[in-house]
């Protein structure tokens, strides 16, 4: 059975910092692309970032760029989301999922990822 892990979330003051990661078993995922998603209360679930399977393309919202940063180590199989300057509105619980057809792009549309994480909470106390 093909699963995404995600760990590493936690409660975290305002301008703290927390390093997600995601780690898939069953298969491996480095020829796709990956993407984080958070979805808070209440709220749809929202596109964060994004790497492509080589890490050539990487693309993330206006809400966290120049604060957060996506990568990946294929030889771990593993996909990190470090996150830093946080704010309570980062507060949501965090998905990393896998898109297995567009592995040379970065899409920001929910529909278009193939596998899913459980998901981490993130909380960021003002």
């Known amino acids: 059975q093909v699963q995404l892990v995600e760990s590493g979330g936690g409660l975290v003051q305002t301008g703290g910092s927390l390093r997600l990661a995601c780690a898939p078993s069953?298969?491996?995922?480095?020829?796709?692309?990956m993407g984080w998603f958070r979805q808070a209360p209440g709220k749809e679930r929202e596109f964060v970032a994004g790497?492509?399977?080589?890490?050539?393309?990487?693309h993330y919202s206006d809400s966290v760029k120049g604060r957060f940063t996506i990568s990946r180590d294929n030889a771990k199989n593993t996909v990190y989301l470090q996150m830093n300057s946080l704010k309570p509105e980062d507060t949501a619980v965090y998905y990393c999922?896998?898109?297995?057809?567009?592995?040379?792009?970065?899409?920001?549309?929910?529909?278009?990822?193939?596998?899913w994480g459980q998901g981490t909470q993130v909380t960021v106390s003002s």
């Open positions: 790497v492509s399977a080589t890490g050539d393309n990487i």
């Open positions: 069953g298969r491996t995922f480095s020829s796709a692309s």
């Open positions: 999922a896998a898109d297995l057809l567009r592995t040379g792009v970065v899409t920001t549309t929910p529909w278009s990822y193939d596998y």
